[in-house]
């Protein structure tokens, strides 16, 4: 069954230090999604992606956050300057089309800033 | 803001048993609601969808249901195994929007 695959699992960074978290989504799927999920804290959106643009972000997706899609495979989320509190587990999601609502998603990288 | 609570936080039940997750929201202009697993330090699992125009949706064991009007949905769980033990999430996406709005979860532990 096709999935969502993140990569690296762990990072470690020094603060200050660009990080970029890769996924690369289910193949025949448009819209592409990042989440975060502090510990022991919710789930919260950070942005959505459609036809190369940003559809949607949180306020939490500031200017230090950027997303692209490099290729025809690859979804990234680039932090430009990490910070203590970006430390999180970061979810790459994807969804078929508008139509199909379910968002399937990757198994996280987990991000450590020292 | 669209906020979403799940009750109970965790809950323990023996092998076997029937249970039910209580998710509440509070904007019922929603277009739809997914129930998600997430066992520790892994991934979300989607269980069901269900769209704002669902009364319920049924996937083996589980059964879900929505009631819009009153921001609520139940999970029901059927004939528990040690092997649904994991965190329970409910997440709404509201009308208009792209993003997913989560709960906490509820963590249930089936004991053998």
């Known amino acids: 069954e096709p999935e969502v695959t993140q990569t690296p699992s762990h990072q470690v960074t020094q603060m200050g230090q660009e990080v970029i978290l890769r996924c690369v989504p289910i193949?025949?799927?448009?819209?592409f999604y990042w989440y975060r999920q502090i510990l022991g804290q919710k789930v919260e959106f950070l942005v959505s992606?459609?036809?190369?643009?940003?559809?949607?972000k949180s306020e939490i997706f500031d200017d230090q956050f950027s997303v692209e899609r490099p290729d025809g495979s690859n979804f990234t989320l680039k932090i430009r300057s990490t910070k203590l509190e970006d430390s999180a587990m970061y979810f790459c999601?994807?969804?078929?089309?508008?139509?199909?609502?379910?968002?399937?998603f990757g198994p996280g990288t987990r991000l450590l800033v020292l | 803001k669209q906020e979403v609570t799940q009750i109970p936080a965790a809950l323990s039940v023996p092998e076997g048993e029937n249970l039910v997750l209580n998710c509440s929201f509070t904007?019922?202009?929603?277009?739809?609601l997914q129930w998600f697993r997430q066992d520790p330090g892994k991934g979300l699992t989607s269980l069901l969808l269900?769209?704002?125009?669902?009364r319920e949706q049924t996937s083996g064991r589980l059964n879900a249901s929505l009631d819009k009007s009153s921001g609520r949905s139940t999970l029901y769980i059927a004939a528990s195994q040690p092997g649904d033990s994991a965190t329970y999430l409910c997440?709404?996406?509201?009308?208009?929007?792209?993003?997913?709005?989560f709960g906490s979860g509820t963590r249930l532990q089936v004991q053998p």
């Open positions: 999601a994807s969804t078929l089309l508008a139509a199909e609502e379910t968002q399937y």
């Open positions: 193949s025949n799927h448009l819209y």
């Open positions: 992606f459609y036809n190369n643009e940003i559809s949607e």
């Open positions: 904007d019922s202009a929603i277009y739809n």
């Open positions: 269900i769209q704002s125009s669902q």
């Open positions: 997440a709404v996406r509201d009308t208009g929007r792209r993003a997913l709005t």
